[in-house]
Every structure is written in structure tokens, then in C-alpha cells.
């Protein structure tokens, strides 16, 4: 396979699609990224729609794990580490209050942003008096480094609030919907890369869905694009690898071990969406020692306004979803921006609100008082 | 990231002049040597690539930054602006 970007394009410019609308969704922020910053949508047939998928943890993160997180940084003497994405993340708290992590730290929280759980270890050991917590969001990719930490060995005053979760329940979610609101699907290569591809084989095989794994080159996203347009047209559906440099049958069996030795998986919130069954991870038994969800008391208070919520007038649940476009939200470009971020997907690397403002689109295309016209 | 040192589970990688420590912890089961490439996330190496799948890598990420760099610009645009 050593087409070029520009191969795949014309190979996909011959298909007859002849005004048949087919619909993709990624579920990885990469993917969104690169098919955003490379124009892949404006190069692609008018009847081709890329719709960025549930492909960021950060937007779906519990609100209530980040309002936590923020009260341990402000009311326990304890060092929060997190990932930067996850600062500015807004919570649903009154006017004057703390909203995000920034301003926790700001309000004299000790808050550090980290890139990787070897800083969280190091930080930690470097502080051997005082409790750090890592508040740790992430797919399958991101906690699976935190699973192998735990498995090597975590400081005695290190401990985890987990937020982690996987991509695929969020998907079979959407799949056994009324109307999955998708015809195809490119799937996400670094989990596959450690999960393993199989993961994926049931959007074929239980719902007749096209699918194939791409990696983040505009190259492998377009054979993946050809290869379920391919399938869609043909009728004859499998599970396609166009990353198979990297993605490799069964995934990364360290990193598999590790998740399994560490977590197990259960239900989990997700952010404005809900409940997802076997969508979590969570530490097992084992390391409850290390469990900052037993360690502190919960700050959430049972009565607290807006708990869980998207914040008001935020479109995210449903661009996570797949059910709107960024720019379909009505606060995305004015009241919602990178700078002044209200919902989580315009603050994470990942969201797809903040990379279609990365790629130049500004404005809502939505009246501020009827709202959108929803894909949905 | 190309890998340059090696102890024990940790190595140093390289990549366009920066360096990290990276985790090999879960690449037991592959072997890895000095000057292998390998795909990094948040600090630990996921996968074994070869040199040409890595020097793909860095054109999309370099793209990215550029892109990305722009986007920092106009957030935070300079005082004589």
C-alpha cells in the first residue's frame, strides 16, 4: 500500500457514489485533527460527510471528577497532577467560585500539568511527605501507561483519580441507537495499536457497518475512507487495517497485560451523555491503597446545581455524539472560544470544537435563538 | 522517537533535536535496541516502527505544530499587534 494521499483521492473521486450521501465518523481527536488541518473534508466528493466522533476523553470527563479534583487541590494539602489539557476544563460552579483547575491553582491550589505518568512518579517522589494525586482522564491509549506505572509500582504517597474510559461501548452505544446517525467507520489507530483491531470486528459483524483502522497521516485516513466507501458500495463488509505498520493483530500485549493487571472495567459516566455500560476503567482491589477515590472524601455535595451537566446552552454531549458539527452549537466562535472556552470541547487538544476552530472555521451557523439544524 | 540510551526499562529518545525519557515497560515484548524507532505516548513507547514510518510521522506532526503554532498566535496575539 504505498499510495500516496493523492492516489487514494483520485481512487476515491472514481467511485460511484452518484448523489448516494455516505456518512463517516472517526472517534479519535488525531483523526479529526488531521482530516481538519489537512482539508481532507473540502477535497472529498460533496457526498462524502466526516463526522468527528466520541475520539476525546477530555469532553466526556465526568464533571464531578474535575469539580473534584479541584476541591482536593483547593481544601486537601495535597500536589494534583494532571494533563494540560485538563486545566482550563469549566465546571458547573456560581459565578466567583472556582471553576477549572487553572483557577484553582490560581487560588493557591498546588496544581502541576504533566505529559506523562513518570512525571506524576517523579513528582511524587520528589515529595515523599506530601499525597500527590493524578487525575488521570484518558482512552485506552492514555491509561494503559498509567496501568503499567501502577503494575511497576507506584510511590507509597501516590495516588490515582481515574477517569479513564474506552471508545469502543461508547460506539456500540451509538450502533444500537435507532439511528446510529453514521454508515462508516474509520477506527482509532493507537488504541487499536494497543487493544488490538479485533476490538472493532463487531461494528461489521453485529451491525453490517463498514470499518477500518487508519493511522493520522491524510494518506491512511484516506485508504481507510476508501476502504469503507468500498465496502459500503459493494456491499461486502470487513475490518480493514490501513495502518498496519503500527496496528497489529491482538495490539500490544504489554500494555493489555497491564490494563488487565491494574483495572478492571466497569459502567461509567460520561460526561452530558450518561451512564455507558462497561465503558470505565477503575483500579482493581489491589491497589485501593492507591485509589483517591477512597482516600478523600467526595466534594461533591448531593445538591450541587447543574452536577454532571454540560454547562448551559453547551452543544458538547451532542458533538461527541456525532449528532451536531462544532459550528452547529450556537455558542462555538462567539461566546465559546479557545480563549474563553464554556465547554469542554473547545478546551481539550482532542475536541473537536477547538480543532475546527484550529482549522479556521469561526462561526456558529446557528441562529442564536432557534438553535441549530441538527444532523440528528 | 529514535532511542539512544537504554537502562533497564528506560530509555532516552530523540526526536528532531528534542529528547525524552520514555518507558519501554511495554515493549517486553519485542526487542528493542539502540537506535530503533519507536511510536511514543504520554512518556511510554506503544509500538516498534521502522525508520521510514517514523520520519512520516514527524512531516504530520511538524504540519501539526505549524498549524497549531498559528492557532496559538491569533490567541495570544503579540503586544505590538
Same mark, same amino acid.
Given at each position: ?6 492516489? *487514494? ?27 481538519? $488541518? ?35 487541590? $483547593? ?68 491509561? /494503559?501507561?498509567? /496501568? ?23 460506539? /456500540? ?26 476490538? *472493532? ?34 456491499? +461486502? ?20 497485560? /497491564? ?10 459516566? *460520561? ?18 491503597? #492507591?485509589?483517591?477515590?477512597? $482516600?478523600?472524601?467526595? #466534594? ?38 479557545? +480563549? ?21 472555521? +469561526? ?14 | ?22 518507558? !519501554? ?5 519485542? @526487542?528493542?535496541?539502540?537506535? %530503533? ?24 506532526? %511538524?504540519?501539526? !505544530? ?8 491569533? !490567541?495570544?496575539? @503579540?503586544?505590538?499587534?
Amino acid at each position: 500500500m504505498n499510495h500516496s494521499a493523492q492516489d *487514494w483521492l483520485g481512487l476515491i473521486r472514481q467511485l460511484p457514489l452518484a448523489g448516494r450521501r455516505v456518512r463517516i465518523m472517526n472517534v479519535c481527536g488525531g483523526h479529526e485533527r488531521s482530516i481538519t $488541518l489537512a482539508g481532507i473534508r473540502s477535497a472529498l466528493p460533496a457526498e462524502i460527510e466526516l463526522i468527528p466522533g466520541p475520539g476525546c476523553p477530555v469532553c466526556v470527563c465526568p464533571e464531578e471528577d474535575i469539580y473534584q479534583a479541584i476541591q482536593l487541590a $483547593l481544601r486537601e494539602p495535597v500536589i494534583l497532577v494532571t494533563y494540560g489539557d485538563m486545566l482550563r476544563v469549566p465546571v458547573n460552579a456560581p459565578k466567583g467560585e472556582v471553576r477549572s483547575l487553572e483557577q484553582a491553582r490560581a487560588a493557591g491550589g498546588e496544581v502541576r500539568p504533566i505529559a506523562s505518568p513518570l512525571e506524576a512518579a517523579q513528582i511524587a517522589r520528589d515529595n515523599p511527605a506530601t499525597p500527590v494525586v493524578f487525575f488521570a482522564a484518558g482512552f485506552e491509549t492514555t491509561i /494503559a501507561p498509567t /496501568a503499567a506505572l501502577a503494575v511497576q509500582g507506584l510511590p507509597e504517597n501516590l495516588s490515582l483519580l481515574l477517569s479513564g474510559r474506552l471508545t469502543w461501548p461508547a460506539v /456500540a452505544m451509538l450502533l444500537n441507537a435507532e439511528a446510529p446517525g453514521f454508515d462508516a467507520l474509520v477506527a482509532p489507530g493507537h488504541v487499536a495499536t494497543v487493544m488490538g483491531p479485533e476490538e *472493532w470486528g463487531f461494528v461489521v459483524e453485529e451491525h453490517a457497518i463498514p470499518a477500518a483502522v487508519a493511522g493520522f497521516s491524510p494518506g491512511s485516513l484516506l485508504a481507510a475512507t476508501y476502504s469503507v466507501l468500498r465496502q459500503h458500495l459493494e456491499g +461486502r463488509r470487513f475490518l480493514d487495517n490501513c495502518y498496519p505498520e503500527v496496528v497489529r493483530p491482538g495490539g500490544n500485549p504489554d500494555a493489555r497485560a /497491564a490494563l488487565e493487571q491494574a483495572m478492571r472495567v466497569t459502567d461509567a459516566n *460520561w460526561r452530558g451523555i450518561g451512564i455507558i455500560p462497561q465503558s470505565g476503567f477503575a483500579l482493581r482491589e489491589a491497589y485501593a491503597a #492507591h485509589d483517591a477515590r477512597t $482516600l478523600f472524601p467526595d #466534594h461533591n455535595a448531593a445538591d450541587r446545581r447543574r452536577m454532571g451537566e454540560m454547562p448551559p446552552g453547551c452543544d458538547c454531549a451532542r458533538v461527541v455524539l456525532g449528532k451536531r458539527y462544532p459550528n452547529q452549537c450556537r455558542l462555538f466562535g462567539n461566546r465559546c472560544t479557545p +480563549r474563553n472556552p464554556i465547554g469542554p470541547c473547545m478546551v481539550s487538544d482532542e475536541g473537536a470544537c477547538r480543532i475546527w476552530w484550529a482549522g479556521g472555521m +469561526r462561526e456558529s451557523v446557528a441562529s442564536e435563538r432557534t438553535g441549530a439544524p441538527a444532523r440528528e | 522517537m529514535q532511542i539512544q540510551e537504554i537502562d533497564g526499562f528506560m530509555a532516552k529518545c530523540e526526536a528532531k533535536g528534542v529528547e525524552r525519557d520514555v518507558s !519501554l515497560f511495554m515493549l517486553q515484548h519485542e @526487542p528493542v535496541d539502540l537506535g %530503533d524507532f519507536v511510536v511514543v505516548h504520554v512518556g511510554y513507547a506503544i509500538q516498534k516502527i521502522t525508520q521510514a514510518e517514523a520520519q512520516s510521522a514527524w512531516e504530520i506532526y %511538524d504540519e501539526m !505544530l505549524a498549524a497549531e503554532a498559528e492557532m496559538e498566535m491569533e !490567541l495570544a496575539p @503579540p503586544d505590538h499587534a
